[in-house]
C-alpha cells in the first residue's frame, strides 16, 4: 500500500455522535460492494482473533441483519441486529443497529454509511453513529463489547462524563 | 492472568460491583446482598478488582469498606484510543480484501 490511510474517530464530548472516517485506495463501487455483502463484511469486520458471523444479512431497501462475533473457540461474545433503511448503490446505507446483549431493549443506533469518490480511484468512508443518548453513546465506543467486555453501568458513565 | 481495568470491566457482576460501589463505599456482606451469588463470589471478584487496582479497601472498626479508586477508572478514558484501534484494525482487512477484490478484473484485462 503507497500511502498509509488514517482512520479517524471523533465522538464530541456530551454529543450522542460517533463519526469514524478512512480513505480507501479502491474505487466507491469496490468499497460499497465490501460493506453491502454479508460473504465481504464476515472477511474484515471482526476483531483481531474474532469471527464475524451473519444468521441473516440482506443489505437491501427494507432488509435486516444479525450478526455476532465469535472468540477463537466459537464462542459468542455479542450479537447485533438491525434493520436496513436504505440502500443508494454506492453512495449510502442506512441502518439501524442494536446490540442484542443488554438487558434493557431500545438502545438502538441510527448509522449512516457515506461512500464519496475521490481522485484517483480512491474512496473516502464515513461511517455516522447517532445513539439515542450520550450515555449510549459514550457506552458504544467506551465498552469495547466486541472484546467480549461488555458494558459499562450507566452512573458509571455519567461519571466519566462529568470527569468525576 | 491479566489484571487490568478491562478485566475487571470484563465480568458482568464485576461491573455491577463497580456500579455500586460508585455510590458509596460498601462491605462486602452488604454488596452481596444484591446479588444471588455467594458472598464468597462477590469475595473473588473483589479480589479480582482490587488487583486490577480499580477499588481500594478502607478498615472502620471490624468491617471493611470496599470504594472506587476514581483516579483508575480514568482510565477508560482511554476507550476511544481502544475503539479507534478497532476500527483501524478492520479498515486494514478490508484494504487487503480491496486488493483481492480488484484482482480478477485486472488479470482478465
Not at chain 1, 85 to 106: D, S, W, Y
Not at chain 2, 18 to 29: D, E, H, R, S, V
Not at chain 2, 43 to 64: A, D, F, M, P
Request: hydrophobic letters at 40%; charged letters at 30%; one cysteine or more.
Amino acid at each position: 500500500m503507497a500511502t498509509k490511510n488514517q482512520t479517524i474517530v471523533t465522538a464530541e464530548k456530551g454529543k450522542q455522535e460517533v463519526f469514524i472516517i478512512r480513505e480507501f485506495d479502491a474505487p466507491r463501487e469496490l468499497v460499497f460492494k465490501a460493506f453491502s455483502n454479508v460473504e465481504f463484511l464476515e472477511q474484515f469486520f471482526a476483531p483481531q482473533n474474532r469471527v464475524t458471523k451473519y444468521e441473516y444479512g440482506n443489505i437491501h431497501d427494507n432488509g435486516s441483519y444479525k450478526y455476532s462475533t465469535l472468540d477463537e473457540n466459537g464462542k459468542i461474545l455479542c450479537t447485533f441486529k438491525g434493520v436496513i433503511h436504505e440502500v443508494a448503490a454506492p453512495e449510502r446505507i442506512i441502518q439501524t443497529a442494536e446490540f442484542a446483549g443488554l438487558p434493557i431493549k431500545g438502545h438502538v443506533v441510527l448509522e449512516k454509511i457515506t461512500f464519496e469518490s475521490l481522485p484517483n480511484n480512491r474512496t473516502k468512508l464515513t461511517i455516522h453513529d447517532v445513539c439515542m443518548s450520550v450515555a449510549d453513546r459514550d457506552m458504544m465506543v467506551t465498552s469495547d463489547m466486541e472484546r467480549g467486555l461488555g458494558e459499562i453501568f450507566n452512573h458509571l458513565d455519567s461519571l466519566l462524563l462529568k470527569g468525576f | 492472568m491479566r489484571r487490568d481495568i478491562f478485566q475487571a470491566i470484563a465480568d458482568p457482576t464485576r461491573r455491577a460491583i463497580i456500579g455500586l460501589i460508585a455510590l458509596q463505599a460498601m462491605t462486602p456482606n452488604a454488596l452481596a446482598e444484591n446479588f444471588q451469588t455467594s458472598r464468597q463470589a462477590i469475595s473473588k471478584h473483589l479480589r479480582i478488582l482490587t488487583e486490577c487496582k480499580l477499588v481500594k479497601q478502607e478498615q472502620q472498626g471490624r468491617e471493611i469498606y470496599y470504594s472506587l479508586e476514581i483516579k483508575k477508572m480514568k482510565e477508560i478514558d482511554k476507550w476511544l484510543e481502544q475503539y479507534r484501534k478497532i476500527w483501524e484494525n478492520r479498515f486494514s482487512k478490508l484494504d487487503n480484501l480491496l486488493t483481492t477484490m480488484q484482482k480478477p478484473k485486472s488479470t482478465k484485462k
